[in-house]
């Protein structure tokens, strides 16, 4: 019972991680999951569970829907925005932890999809993420959730709905990427209000998730390029001697990480458009 818990531990991990956006919750959920998988197997045999994998996610699942209300109330009192949790790749294997499966590293789960999955209701974007993420037909989806194939259709088609007009509609070669992400850092860091004119998008909105702080910096989005390169510019001025810039890759795309000494503390990611914007 145990080995086959760990052998599904990695898709079990990606998909509750998309339905939640934070590493903690996943885990705790994932916690829940082996407690049912073990109370399960103390009381039926193994033989008796006709596909382990699908039983896994369908606890996993329904554990991940149940947190909701909990991660609900407490970004009811949550200072500023709040962002998707981001998860940061091992500098020598390029995967983030638990996070090897393949479809941790697609398009549909960066950081910008990460935040348009924010505006689903909890049961769409488990649609959506079984199903666009991870192919679940909508017939096994709806065992899972115990709703009719055709309800589930229904909020499959809500959310896509939803997702396609919001979704990033620009997606940047990673070269491209990786250039625009190091000059952007190179300015905002060193305080270069007019490199910052040049590559910020006039449209440009910055969002900064302070952890939820009272007194962190940027409580609320910013809007326009010359706002956003005033704030991003101040910025400079607060930053420490033993500041580390690393480049990894985060949520599948190139982005910095900032640390202090060995501890990370802040990472920058950016949406292109087709300019290199």
Known sequence: ??????????????????????????????????????????????????????????????????????????????????????????????????????????DSVSMAMLVVLEMLTPLERAVFVLHEVFGYPHTEIAGMLDRSPAAVRQLAHRARAHVHTRRPRYRAHPRVRREATERFVVAALGGDLHALMEILAPDVTVWIDGGGARQAAGLRPVHGREKAARMLAGYATRRTEDMDIRYRRVNGDDAAVLFAGDSPYAVMVMDLTPDGD
């Open 1 to 106: 019972a145990t080995r086959l818990f760990v052998d599904h531990r990695e898709l079990l991990f990606s998909v509750v991680y998309n339905m939640l956006g934070s590493v903690a919750d996943t885990e705790d959920v994932l916690q829940e999951t082996w407690l049912s998988w073990a109370g399960k197997n103390r009381r039926a045999p193994l033989a008796e569970i006709g596909n382990p994998r699908a039983y896994l996610v369908r606890v996993a699942v329904n554990h991940a829907l149940a947190r909701q209300a909990a991660i609900a109330s407490r970004r009811e009192t949550y200072v500023g925005p709040w962002l998707p949790e981001p998860l940061v790749a091992d500098a020598a294997t390029g995967l983030a932890p638990d996070t090897a499966d393949h479809a941790v590293r697609t």
